[in-house]
């Protein structure tokens, strides 16, 4: 009889209360450090204020890496996919205090215990990459991403010290089937979306493809005002990235365009420049003294500009 109450004990273990309080409260710091970083990608907050540096939080946030995509011109950063996550910790972690049925409340116990390993292992994982990425690529610090890298690492540690997990064989042989997983996911995009990996790209030449699109006469002016207040493309002749930039403008505004070569193959390309300007990611423009990486629309290129004519691009 003892046996079977210890057994029933066992099915009944919800975990650590208090370890879910700590994951909630690590969650929500981590909902707020990513979703500051997204919101000031966003322009919706000035910018933040880094400890250790602005120039190397900007560098690492502002890089390749730094955005899942954008289309035209709006940019959905890396930051947004971290501040999801840590919004579905912090609803896990917390589901379980409402009030249910007692066999209900065990049920979804355990498996929000689940839900918080698989998400938090996958954070951890690929926290490590983006470390390695910042610390080998990008040569940069920057404290958000180490406080989000700690947060879901503490996350992790809890998670499987207060998940009250039976089988630890089973918990061990989806850590490891995760942990290959998202190490090889990660890599391949880090891979893919590296500025100074050449992409596949139909060339006849280093001067990159030809403009196709006709320039409408607001983007010639917004190329005259860009060149006027000394405003610099930074690209690539093989990014595509820096194709459809130009492609934007148009073939005659483009060629108005200050654009500097960083390519090292390139036609009159200037290198050493792009590295001095700290470049890490194609296309890049300085405006006043400010490198902002990725592709602007004309719309955002005016507004960072202070341009003041026609819009009707």
């Known amino acids: 009889m003892g046996t079977n109450r210890l ?71 890396l930051s947004f996919v ?11 972690a917390i589901i379980p205090f409402s009030p249910l049925e007692s066999g209900k409340k065990i049920d979804l116990s355990r498996n929000t215990w689940w839900g918080l390993f698989i998400i938090s292992t ?37 998670t499987i010290i207060g998940g009250g997990w039976e089988e630890k064989r089973d918990l061990l042989f989806r850590g490891l089937l995760i942990t290959i997983v998202v190490l090889l996911g990660g890599l391949i995009w880090s891979s893919s979306v590296d500025p100074n990996k050449k992409e596949t790209l139909i060339i006849d030449s280093n001067l990159g493809p030809i403009i196709e699109n006709k320039s409408s006469l607001a983007a010639i002016e917004l190329a005259n005002h860009l060149k006027e207040k000394n405003i610099i493309l930074y690209s690539a002749y093989w990014c595509p990235h820096c194709h459809d ?10 060629s108005n365009l200050i654009s500097i070569e960083c390519a090292i193959d390139g036609n009159n390309s200037k290198p050493e420049l792009c590295e001095s300007k700290g470049i890490t990611g194609f296309p890049s423009w300085e405006i006043k003294g400010k490198i902002e990486s990725g592709v602007k629309s004309l719309d ?8 003041k004519g026609s819009r009707d691009f």
Do not use: H
């Not at 909630?24 to 990513?34: E, K, Q, R, S, Y």
């Not at 490590?128 to 690492?153: D, E, P, T, Y």
């Not at 930039?245 to 483009?254: S, T, W």
């Open 7 to 77: 057994k029933s004990r066992r099915r009944q273990d919800q975990g650590s209360k208090l370890a879910r309080i700590f994951i909630a409260i690590l969650g929500t710091i981590g909902v707020i450090d990513t979703g500051s970083i997204t919101l000031e990608r966003w322009g919706w907050i000035n910018s933040l204020s880094c400890p250790g540096g602005l120039e190397g939080c900007d560098k690492v946030l502002k890089s390749a890496w730094g955005t899942i995509f954008a289309i035209n011109g709006f940019e959905i950063p």
């Open 245 to 254: 930039q130009k492609e934007m403008f148009g073939k005659e505004a483009a």
């Open 300 to 307: 955002q290129l005016a507004e960072l500009s202070e341009y």
């Open 82 to 92: 971290g501040f999801l996550s840590y919004l579905a910790i912090l609803f896990l």
């Open 122 to 158: 996958c954070m951890t994982i690929f926290s490590f990459v983006l470390m390695g990425i910042m610390v080998m690529k990008i040569q940069a610090f920057c404290f958000f991403c180490i406080l989000s890298a700690v947060i879901s690492s503490l996350i992790l540690i809890l």
